[in-house]
């Protein structure tokens, strides 16, 4: 019997996870299926899930890494500790929620991290953003969350000043900004402020040199898009649904 698996979130139109496990299955002969189900609410999960109960496991993605925790049985101890889950096992009708956004995060920067990067700032506060402060506070690299709607010890676009932007030579975009079809979008920092002690990680990948990551890079700074991360949690999630 094929295998089922997909994808949850809204929109899907340019998601890479399809595409990625086809070509998996394909390559490794294995029978399996992995579909994009784009849900317009997230109170539209019980009444999709009760249409496909032959699911198997489920990735997350934007908007609903935080709001899918409700509807789970039960999460692990590093989604709970986060407080978003990306990843969806399903046994015996039982929702184990997990993430794996960490392990993908920290397996792509840790090779390129450098005494400089003492400071990150974290672009966005979203569910993604949630994973990558995890993984910071696990390599001890204290950082600061920049929102657009600011909460206690955050701070707002307008509050970045070059200095600061100086002072942080790790800065790592978690939001959607400059992601197909809006290329020309970029988070507006100082860029001027960045330097070639400056790493700029974005969690975007499609284009794979954003507005944000190429600014960094005219300014001599290292630079890293998404697309190894996405490929890394993937396959932890692989792994997780395969135990």
């Known amino acids: 019997m094929t295998r089922q698996f997909g ?24 029978d399996a299926v ?87 700032l974290v672009l966005g506060t979203g569910g993604s953003s949630k994973a990558v402060a995890w993984v910071l506070k696990q390599l001890g690299i204290p950082y600061t969350k920049v929102s657009r709607t600011p909460e206690n010890g955050q701070l707002s676009y307008d509050e970045l000043t070059t200095a600061i932007i100086a002072s942080c030579k790790l800065i790592i975009n978690t939001t959607p900004l400059g992601q197909y079809p809006n290329p020309d979008a970029a988070a507006p920092i100082p860029y001027d402020g960045i330097g070639d002690e400056h790493l700029l990680f974005d969690l975007v990948y499609n284009p794979a040199e954003t507005k944000f990551l190429a600014s960094g890079k005219a300014r001599g700074a290292g630079i890293k898009n998404g697309f190894e991360m996405l490929q890394l949690q993937a396959e932890a999630a692989w792994e997780i649904w395969n135990k």
Do not use: M
């Open 34 to 120: 992995y579909l994009p189900y784009a849900l317009p609410a997230i109170t539209d999960f019980p009444a999709w899930l009760q249409a496909n109960p032959d699911i198997r496991g489920l990735s997350v993605t934007i908007p609903y890494k935080e709001s899918i925790i409700p509807y789970l049985h039960e999460i692990d101890d590093t989604a709970a500790g986060i407080g978003a889950v990306n990843c969806i096992n399903i046994t015996d009708g039982k929702l184990q929620g997990l993430n794996t956004d960490v392990i993908g995060f920290e397996q792509s920067l840790n090779p390129l991290l450098k005494p400089a990067h003492t400071h990150a």
């Open 7 to 30: 994808i949850i979130g809204y929109p899907l139109t340019h998601s890479f996870s399809p595409a990625w496990f086809k070509k998996k299955f394909q390559e490794q002969h294995i």
